[in-house]
């Protein structure tokens, strides 16, 4: 597609439940990052992928938090069991490759837990 | 560690006045340098990126921003502010040796008629 594709964009769910965001890279780009953007934050790293692979998941706040990506494509993020505080945007940027060359950036998921 | 540091959370300006956003960092080999905007209910786009070369760099909207080594600073300037700058702006850092692009938590812009 012409640009980074999140989905769905907003998603309310109750305390409990679990959550999966997907999200659509740019074709070709191998690199993909995971954000979260609290209300009034900056952006929290999550997780980075490197083709299909993980190298780096430091900032996935408790095991709760997974993604995985296939295809060198889609990659979808899950929480289980969501808390209220896991209500946030979370973001998806895809590059060509490592952080040499620009992150594009998604519109975002904003998910409320309640 | 990697960490970036914007000092001021909220600035104002005038119309036509002059901006400079401030941006520390803490990086242990060279640098790759960002600026991003996010405009209400926008994603993030880039405005402008120093990997190496010449210390200031030309951006999008008429921005730049200067790159001091000597003060792991990448400030980001404009010489005269337009309405629809009014914005949020985030610094990022990464680097040759480092998978994370690590976002400063933004400064958000008001900008005065």
């Known amino acids: 597609g012409a640009g980074v594709s999140q989905s769905p964009s907003n998603k309310v769910t109750e305390k409990g439940k679990d959550v999966e965001l997907r999200c659509d890279p740019i074709?070709?780009?191998?690199?993909l990052y995971w954000y979260r953007q609290r209300l009034g934050q900056g952006l929290e790293f999550l997780i980075y992928f490197q083709g299909n692979s993980a190298p780096d998941k430091s900032g996935l706040p408790s095991d709760r938090f997974s993604a995985e990506r296939t295809g060198e494509s889609v990659s979808t993020l899950t929480i289980q069991r969501t808390q209220q505080e896991d209500s946030a945007v979370y973001l998806c940027?895809?590059?060509?490759?490592?952080?040499?060359?620009?992150?594009?950036f998604g519109q975002g998921t904003r998910l409320t837990v309640v | 560690a990697q960490s970036v540091t914007q000092p001021d959370i909220h600035i104002t300006v005038s119309e036509g006045a002059s901006l400079e956003l401030r941006c520390n960092y803490s990086y242990g080999a060279t640098p790759y340098l960002f600026w991003y905007v996010q405009s209400p209910g926008q994603g993030l786009q880039l405005l402008l990126k120093?990997?190496?070369?010449?210390?200031l760099v030309q951006g999008i909207k008429g921005f730049e921003a200067e790159f001091k080594r000597s003060q792991s600073s990448f400030n980001l300037r404009k010489p005269s502010v337009h309405w629809s700058d009014a914005a949020e702006y985030f610094c990022a850092v990464g680097g040759l040796y480092t998978d994370k692009l690590i976002f400063g938590t933004g400064t958000r812009l008001q900008v005065f008629p």
């Open positions: 120093y990997f190496s070369g010449d210390t």
């Open positions: 940027a895809s590059s060509l490759e490592r952080t040499g060359s620009e992150a594009f």
């Open positions: 074709s070709g780009h191998t690199a």
